[in-house]
């Protein structure tokens, strides 16, 4: 095959038929080989390498495919097996665009000559025997390393072609009247693409991580909203977002679509994207479903393919195309881009039904179930950490090298500059070191485990950043995992929601202000806690203030959806419009000014509403997607959730009417934004000494009127000291009490008034940039409200 017919396959639909001439090359040669998983196409030969793990295997078969469904395959040739325990190939005539999966026999389902590919039981000794193997040739399997994957397993091409979901299963239950095991899924079965791209995805930012400002954001959210096609006419007026285009129909809710936002994002002063997962996934394919499933991305299929459903070309290899672009388009306006990335669990599932004999493999426990999964003494599959059908078994060397060289090839292809990590202490347990049966074991957490040092060892070798969620079902690790790693600060979070809805512990609160030193001092210092108040999972924060409780079983699109934190520290303002967006001012006043790297959740700048539903994991609705109109609006969730529809589905009126003719939350979001962007103060690596007028920056905590704090004490004053760096000092005025407080100011300063997140200010934007009035001696803040001196450095 021609380098030009290779790029001309590219462009083709994967659910469109191409001629198959693949040949074996040299297969005398492939027992000795040593050719990385995965594949790699060899343009200089016009050859293709194929190589899976599959130790157990007693019979490895690759299959080369015309299209992705429809069809059993063109061509197959038997694999040889090395002595690693991989099995290995080289095709002509297989290069970019090539549809490939593989079948695999085993001691379970040894090889018999009286097999066919329409299904068969030729050969079946049992679903699964003495040592845990599940072999079945006639379930067709996807390459675990494939870098596209044709279809998810609720492609609608699946039905409409004949199959359903149960074809994949395993076991004697019987599916149109033969036992499930004996079904061929040749015709539904996700395929591998052989994939070539060489777009450049441009220089990496590398900022320092203490820099960071991190938005949290779902790649179709962002832009699936009628809104979104006129973006740049509804930001007109929004001073700094001159550079903000519209959206085109055609690359809404698509990586695209997300890359057009990059200057959005740089106006408003963020550094950082971190998308939600992206990784091919198992998720309905339809916008409007009202049925729709995995909406988030937690279930990953493939961990080195980009997940088609983004992009506006699902063409053979545009998926990849597309997303380098996307990147590129961040960096090149200085934005880094982290990904959300699930190595806990697969969307294989666990045992249909509770039935040992029944699983629905496609990919990895196909292939080596023994080594990717951990299981009972029984062999059936356990969720224990992370209550989502299986569990990944990092204490093999297979599981570890797939989740570390998925990650070179995010960095190294994608140019990925971070990752944070979906319940990561599973990656910190040896399930292998234990019977499996002894709980109290299974659940211990290595902080030394291998795995989470080579990932420490990787990040500081190529500049990323990588980000732990720090707990699962079986553990609570926050302030545990080894030097070199970030984590989402849980603690961070409970902490401020508490004390900032008037009952939270005030030591606890004073703590994480100053960057949990307990927990991070001995990780790198306070750039490893990641601050958040919101995040996807749980409340955004117009609905932190705004609710007491979740309301997920109200009607489309607002719901419903299951499960959800019944945990969530939230406060609904006693109904108060203007105490709400106070309450909202003071949340992202003390994250920005807080030790450690903020985060927040896309939408968070300008007050977007779900309704309540603090779980919206199933939803792509266009209730959950970004209202960008409401960005601009004094009264936002008085618009309509459908402009389309205005009489149809409609927000719950959280904000109220703001003063002026704009939304005061967005123009405050950015400037207070700039504030930590210009001042070295808040973006340090180390922790303060608490010693005044020395070469650091120390937080002191005090009463309004300078005593010592007292436990129980609901206002307080804190002093950024700055001077020793050559910054300005600045007071911040806490008042979480019901009446007005009066705050002494510190002597021999001059100091002026910078923010203050009470109404009254909204007129003002709540934050004078360039210094509002200057204070002498008391500064009066009202109930439930935060302001912000600033030293002019000028003593009086």
């Not at 390459?143 to 279809?151: K, Q, R, S, V, W």
């Not at 962002?222 to 740049?232: F, V």
């Not at 998720?283 to 997940?307: C, E, L």
Request: overall charge negative; hydrophobic content about 40%; some cysteine.
């Amino acid at each position: 095959m021609r380098h030009d017919e290779c790029v001309h396959l590219e462009k083709v639909s994967c659910f469109t038929a191409v001629p198959v001439r693949a040949f074996a090359v040299r297969p005398d040669m492939w027992a000795e080989a040593d050719w990385s998983l995965g594949v790699l196409f060899r343009a200089f030969e016009q050859v293709t390498t194929f190589a899976v793990h599959a130790p157990a295997a007693t019979r490895v078969v690759l299959e080369i495919y015309a299209a992705a469904v429809g069809h059993l395959a063109s061509v197959d040739f038997p694999m040889a097996q090395g002595a690693d325990g991989v099995w290995r190939a080289k095709l002509g005539n297989a290069g970019p665009g090539t549809l490939y999966a593989f079948r695999c026999w085993g001691p379970n389902w040894p090889f018999d000559r009286a097999w066919t590919r329409h299904g068969s039981s030729a050969g079946f000794i049992a679903d699964v025997d003495a040592d845990g193997h599940r072999f079945n040739p006639n379930k067709v399997l996807f390459d675990p390393y494939a870098f596209e994957i044709t279809h998810n397993l609720m492609a609608p091409e699946i039905s409409l072609t004949g199959g359903s979901p149960s074809v994949f299963g395993t076991g004697g239950t019987l599916y149109r009247g033969r036992p499930q095991r004996e079904v061929d899924t040749g015709f539904w079965a996700p395929k591998g693409i052989v994939v070539v791209d060489y777009t450049p995805t441009g220089p990496r930012p590398r900022l320092p991580a203490e820099d960071a400002v991190i938005y949290e954001a779902h790649v179709g959210n962002l832009t699936r909203h009628p809104s979104a096609l006129t973006l740049a006419n509804i930001l007109a007026n929004e001073p700094g977002f001159d550079a903000v285009s519209n959206i085109p129909e055609r690359l809404q809710g698509t990586y695209a679509g997300a890359g057009l936002l990059a200057p959005y994002l740089k106006a408003l002063g963020v550094t950082t994207i971190e998308l939600l997962p992206v990784h091919e996934t198992n998720s309905s394919p339809r916008a409007k479903d009202r049925s729709s499933v995995n909406h988030w991305g937690y279930q990953t299929m493939g961990y080195f393919a980009p997940n088609r459903a983004y992009s506006s070309d699902r063409s053979r290899g545009d998926p990849t195309r597309e997303f380098k672009k996307m990147v590129r388009d961040f960096h090149e306006a200085g934005i880094e881009v982290y990904l959300d990335v699930v190595y806990n669990h697969t969307a294989e599932g666990g045992n249909w039904a509770g039935d040992r004999d029944a699983t629905g493999f496609t990919s990895l426990g196909g292939f080596a179930v023994n080594d990717y999964y951990v299981q009972t003494n029984d062999h059936m599959l356990i969720d224990g950490a992370t209550g989502s059908s299986n569990q990944l078994n990092h204490s093999s060397a297979a599981t570890q090298n797939l989740v570390l060289d998925s990650l070179a090839y995010w960095i190294d292809e994608f140019g990925v500059d971070g990752f944070r990590f979906d319940l990561a202490t599973v990656l910190g347990r040896t399930p292998n070191a234990f019977d499996r049966e002894h709980w109290d074991d299974q659940k211990k957490f290595f902080s030394t485990h291998p795995l989470l040092a080579a990932i420490a060892d990787m990040a500081e070798d190529r500049h990323v950043e990588i980000i732990a969620e720090a707990w699962d079902l079986w553990g609570y690790e926050v302030g545990n995992f080894p030097c070199g790693w970030g984590e989402w600060n849980g603690r961070y979070r409970d902490a401020v929601r508490g004390y900032l809805k008037g009952d939270g512990n005030v030591r606890d609160f004073m703590e994480m202000v100053n960057g949990d030193y307990h927990n991070f001092n001995d990780q790198g210092g306070p750039q490893r806690s990641i601050n958040f108040v919101t995040a996807h999972d749980g409340f955004c924060l117009m609905d932190l203030v705004s609710f007491i409780s979740p309301v997920n079983d109200q009607p489309w699109p607002f719901g419903p959806s299951d499960g959800g934190s019944s945990h969530n520290l939230a406060w609904d303002s006693g109904g108060h419009h203007p105490l709400r967006r106070t309450r909202l001012r003071n949340f992202l006043t003390i994250l920005m000014l807080s030790r450690g790297v903020p985060m927040f959740t896309s939408g968070d700048e300008y007050g977007r509403t779900q309704n309540g539903n603090n779980n919206p994991w199933s939803l792509n609705t266009i209730g959950m997607w970004n209202n960008w109109a409401q960005a601009v609006s004094p009264t936002p969730t008085r618009l309509p959730v459908d402009p389309e529809d205005p009489e149809g589905a409609a927000y719950y009126d959280v904000f109220g009417e703001a003063p002026g003719d704009h939304n005061p939350i967005l123009r405050f979001t950015r400037a207070l934004l700039r504030l930590r962007a210009e001042r070295r103060s808040l973006r340090q690596r180390a922790y303060g000494n608490q010693v005044l007028d020395d070469d650091d920056v120390s937080y002191f905590f005090a009463r309004p009127d300078g005593s010592p704090v007292q436990d129980g004490d609901r206002a307080l004053r804190l002093h950024i000291e700055s001077s020793g760096i050559g910054e300005p000092d600045l007071l911040v005025l806490i008042n979480q009490t019901p009446t007005a407080g009066l705050f002494q100011t510190i002597p021999d300063h001059r100091w002026i008034r910078l923010i203050d997140t009470a109404a009254w200010a909204e007129t003002e934007d709540n934050i004078w940039p360039d210094g509002g009035e200057v204070i002498a001696g008391n500064y009066a803040v009202r109930p439930w409200s935060i302001a912000v001196l600033v030293d002019t450095a000028e003593r009086a």
